[in-house]
């Protein structure tokens, strides 16, 4: 199974710069046939990883996945999983 990781905290800080690479992991996953990318917000405060949620949630970008899974046992990843 193919995977892409995505680690947004050297860019934690940075609101274009995080949307940008989301865009582009998401597309990629897309272009490749990729089933899994996984994103790693880190824990911090929580502002991040919601971030992340909302970004997926768009009518635009959740068309592209089939599901989003939220890491049970780490708070600080989200699993994107593709058809």
């Known amino acids: ?14 609101g274009s710069s995080i949307d940008a690479e989301l865009n582009r992991v998401i597309q990629e996953a897309v272009d490749r046939g990729i089933s899994l990318v996984e994103i790693i917000p ?21 068309a592209l996945y089939h599901r989003i899974e939220k890491d049970d046992k780490n708070f600080g990843r989200v699993f994107v999983h593709f058809r």
Do not use: P
């Open 42 to 62: 880190g824990k911090g405060s929580g502002q991040l990883k919601k971030h992340v949620l909302r970004f997926l949630e768009q009518k635009h970008i959740k």
């Open 1 to 14: 199974m193919a995977k892409i990781k995505l680690d947004l905290h050297d860019i934690f800080n940075r």
